[in-house]
């Protein structure tokens, strides 16, 4: 029998320091009113020095695990959903194994931009389908404060810092992942990019010079992409799964832009109350923007174990795409496996104390026994 791949586990993580409107307009030619008539965005959060993606990642995913209670040693694959990894190699996700002790996880980075997290868990959920895993971590984490220009208000406004993850398990019972449309078209690359740094213009003086590692937006042409496939692919997934737009209970969409949303949803026909919107507190924090909201509506009382849900994301690429997910929640289990005491574990790795897997090695042997 062919296993269903259900979300049995969610976490989030955001930097303490928080930028407001009011703070932005001492560093550039802006203000409140503006920023929130054109973004929807009050403020957002913004990694401070020695917090990167994948630490971010690495406590998102540890939350995430302790939810599902499952060890890190039950992990067969990490995926990290990023536009602004640790570094180009090698990948933020391998970080993110070492740090939260999966020693059985393979470990990859995906780049699609802020679709990244939807094609993530595509993957993850067609291997575990396909029977060669039975659990995945899919993480969305990102710095891109790190990446703007403090002196562009079209884009220093938008972005904030911050990672999402789930646990994706194998189970015999319907449910879990059920449909997903991915879609790209390279012709609107230079819509949304960040020019600089790879091997195509490497870093240099002129590079540096000429701002060309900062992100770069065509703001009113991402806008008419962006409103126009977040409700065709909200259509087409829905379709693809075999049900109808009442049957979804819940929209979960790419925190991009309040008035893409609401365009979108006019577009769709439907309600404010069946979107999730969050973007108020958090920005634009691309790959980590639909599982951090996915934990606030839980949170709040907004998804229950049955309801039927859309993600739905755009980014740069372009890329877009949905996904239809049937919710559950943690798989019932016998006993617990977390005692409590894994996050001292966790933060005996983030500081490099590498003898921290005879202790772990000791505190799992007790619990055994």
């Given at each position: 029998?062919t296993?269903?791949?259900?979300?049995?586990?969610?976490?989030?993580?955001?930097?303490?320091?928080?930028?407001?409107?009011q703070?932005?307009?001492?560093i550039?030619?802006t203000?409140?009113?503006?920023?929130?008539?054109h973004?929807g965005?009050r403020?957002?959060?913004?990694a401070?020095?020695g917090e990167?993606?994948?630490?971010?990642?690495?406590?998102?995913?540890?939350?995430a695990?302790?939810?599902?209670?499952?060890?890190?040693?039950?992990?067969?694959?990490?995926?990290?959903?990023?536009?602004?990894?640790?570094q180009?190699?090698?990948?933020?996700?391998?970080s993110?194994?070492?740090?939260?002790?999966?020693?059985?996880?393979?470990?990859?980075?995906?780049?699609?931009?802020?679709?990244?997290?939807?094609?993530?868990?595509?993957?993850?959920?067609?291997?575990?389908?396909?029977?060669?895993?039975?659990?995945?971590?899919?993480?969305?984490a990102?710095?891109?404060?790190?990446f703007?220009?403090?002196q562009?208000?079209?884009t220093?406004?938008?972005f904030?810092?911050?990672a999402g993850?789930?646990?994706?398990?194998?189970?015999?019972?319907?449910?879990?992942?059920?449909?997903?449309v991915l879609?790209s078209?390279?012709?609107?690359?230079d819509?949304?990019?960040?020019?600089?740094?790879g091997?195509?213009?490497?870093?240099s003086?002129?590079?540096?010079?000429?701002?060309?590692?900062?992100?770069?937006?065509k703001?009113?042409?991402?806008?008419?992409?962006?409103?126009?496939?977040?409700?065709?692919?909200?259509?087409?997934?829905?379709?693809?799964?075999?049900l109808?737009?009442?049957?979804?209970?819940?929209?979960?969409?790419?925190?991009?832009?309040?008035?893409?949303?609401?365009?979108?949803?006019?577009?769709?026909?439907?309600?404010?109350?069946?979107?999730?919107?969050n973007?108020d507190?958090?920005?634009n924090?691309?790959?980590?923007?639909?599982?951090?909201?996915?934990?606030?509506?839980?949170?709040n009382?907004k998804?229950?174990p049955?309801?039927?849900?859309?993600?739905?994301?755009?980014?740069?690429g372009?890329?877009?795409?949905?996904?239809?997910?049937?919710?559950?929640?943690?798989?019932?289990?016998?006993?617990k496996v977390?005692?409590?005491r894994?996050?001292?574990?966790?933060?005996?790795?983030?500081?490099?104390?590498?003898?921290?897997?005879?202790?772990?090695?000791?505190?799992w042997?007790?619990?055994?026994?």
């Amino acid at each position: 029998m062919t296993p269903y791949a259900h979300i049995t586990g969610w976490g989030m993580a955001v930097p303490e320091t928080i930028l407001t409107n009011q703070e932005l307009e001492k560093i550039v030619e802006t203000n409140d009113e503006w920023i929130i008539s054109h973004s929807g965005i009050r403020e957002r959060h913004i990694a401070k020095e020695g917090e990167t993606s994948s630490s971010l990642a690495s406590e998102a995913a540890l939350k995430a695990l302790e939810m599902a209670n499952v060890h890190p040693s039950a992990v067969d694959l990490i995926i990290v959903a990023t536009s602004s990894p640790d570094q180009i190699f090698p990948a933020t996700a391998c970080s993110v194994q070492d740090a939260i002790g999966a020693k059985n996880a393979g470990a990859f980075d995906l780049s699609a931009a802020c679709t990244g997290f939807i094609y993530a868990l595509d993957l993850a959920s067609n291997a575990i389908r396909s029977g060669s895993i039975k659990t995945a971590l899919v993480i969305g984490a990102e710095t891109l404060s790190r990446f703007v220009n403090w002196q562009d208000r079209n884009t220093c406004i938008l972005f904030g810092d911050g990672a999402g993850a789930f646990v994706l398990q194998a189970s015999e019972d319907s449910g879990g992942f059920l449909a997903s449309v991915l879609r790209s078209d390279g012709s609107g690359a230079d819509l949304l990019t960040l020019p600089a740094g790879g091997s195509k213009q490497p870093a240099s003086p002129i590079t540096v010079k000429n701002g060309q590692h900062y992100i770069q937006m065509k703001g009113r042409e991402v806008f008419r992409f962006a409103t126009r496939v977040m409700a065709q692919s909200t259509l087409e997934v829905v379709q693809k799964a075999n049900l109808n737009l009442e049957d979804i209970q819940l929209i979960i969409p790419h925190q991009a832009n309040q008035r893409i949303i609401e365009t979108a949803a006019k577009n769709l026909n439907i309600s404010q109350e069946r979107i999730m919107l969050n973007i108020d507190r958090y920005g634009n924090t691309s790959t980590a923007s639909i599982p951090i909201a996915v934990c606030e509506a839980v949170q709040n009382g907004k998804i229950n174990p049955g309801d039927k849900l859309v993600f739905v994301a755009f980014g740069a690429g372009l890329t877009w795409g949905a996904a239809v997910v049937q919710w559950s929640g943690p798989i019932p289990i016998k006993r617990k496996v977390y005692p409590g005491r894994y996050r001292l574990l966790a933060r005996l790795r983030s500081v490099g104390l590498r003898w921290w897997r005879r202790i772990e090695g000791w505190i799992w042997g007790k619990q055994a026994g």
